[in-house]
């Protein structure tokens, strides 16, 4: 047992995999998220075809969430691997990236579910966030707070950790897809394509293969989708989620392996990840990524939270 008396499943071994960036809009505004959409990337595990081998690896199940306090959001403990970030040259939507290893070294604990208006207003109510966000009609309680920034998402985090004694803080973009993927080879959790069954996006559209789905045009509650072998929810759509890393063009040498946040280059300018309810099928795979200025507060951007494990 871990010092939190949760269950941490053994480590896995996630084939390798690679990490590109294609540039979908660089540079220019799209009105409907209101934002800058400086590119997006696809991540695959590539397969031990790369060596000409099979290379073994075993699923984890969901694991026992807990949670450090009534109002705190429940968490998952995300085991420790390693898995190369990036995409294979037929999946939909790559574009030039460059391809670099990451190791996850330590396991670590992510919020089950993006946090919802119900969690943030425990943090107002207590001091620690000052805004108060508009819910656009689509309804508060377990749905996944809007319209917050980078720097808000950053309060919260500090409140939380002032309030348990425990450290939170934002993913960084590798442990982020690294926990979205859950072991998988695909663009997304379930499998080579997606539905609005499945996720909260804009499904008039379909990926590859894919059938058409449903276009809800708002969020949902959180965990109205099924989890993903981690036992986490919501990584395809529903928000967007901010994580710590500074915005870069290209994964560089300069790219961190071991898992940490890249904080070099646009740091006025940060990551999301996940896609929204707004987005079409590609724009919420595993690896897709977007920038925005940390101070942007639009009505698709939402975030969850990892507390480290001692």
């Given at each position: 047992m871990n010092t939190y008396d949760v269950p941490i499943p053994d480590t896995i071994v996630v084939q390798n995999t690679s990490v590109t960036l294609f540039e979908r809009a660089k540079g220019l505004m799209i009105a409907k998220r209101q934002r800058v959409i400086?590119?997006?990337?696809?991540?695959?595990?590539a397969t031990a075809m790369t060596f000409g081998c099979a290379a073994p690896w075993k699923t984890v199940s969901a694991s026992t969430s807990f949670a450090d306090c009534a109002n705190c959001p429940p968490m998952i403990v995300v085991p420790a691997g390693s898995f190369t970030m990036g995409s294979p040259s037929f999946e939909l939507y790559r574009g030039a990236e460059t391809q670099h290893r990451v190791t996850i070294p330590s396991p670590f604990a992510l919020s089950k579910y993006e946090i919802t208006f119900e969690q943030w207003e425990a943090c107002v109510a207590d001091g620690g966030c000052a805004y108060v966000?508009?819910?656009?009609?689509?309804?508060?309680?377990?749905?996944p707070v809007i319209s917050v920034s980078w720097d808000d998402a950053k309060a919260y985090v500090a409140w939380l950790s002032r309030k348990t004694g425990k450290q939170y803080r934002l993913p960084s973009e590798a442990e982020w897809e690294y926990a979205a993927r859950a072991g998988t080879t695909t663009p997304f959790s379930f499998g080579a394509t997606i539905t609005s069954q499945q996720a909260n996006y804009d499904g008039s559209t379909g990926y590859e293969t894919g059938a058409k789905g449903v276009n809800r045009q708002k969020t949902t509650p959180v965990g109205s989708f099924p989890e993903n072998a981690f036992g986490l929810h919501d990584m395809h759509g529903n928000v967007w989620e901010?994580?710590?890393?500074?915005?870069?063009?290209?994964?560089?040498?300069?790219?961190?392996?071991?898992?940490a946040p890249f904080l070099g280059a646009n740091c006025a300018g940060r990551v999301l990840r996940g896609g929204s309810w707004e987005d079409y099928a590609g724009d919420v795979r595993a690896a897709a990524r977007v920038a925005s200025n940390k101070e942007d507060q639009t009505w698709s951007d939402g975030f969850r939270v990892v507390r480290s494990i001692e």
């Open positions: 400086f590119a997006f990337s696809a991540v695959v595990v966000p508009d819910d656009q009609g689509w309804g508060k309680g377990k749905h901010w994580v710590e890393d500074c915005w870069s063009d290209e994964y560089t040498a300069a790219t961190p392996a071991n898992g």
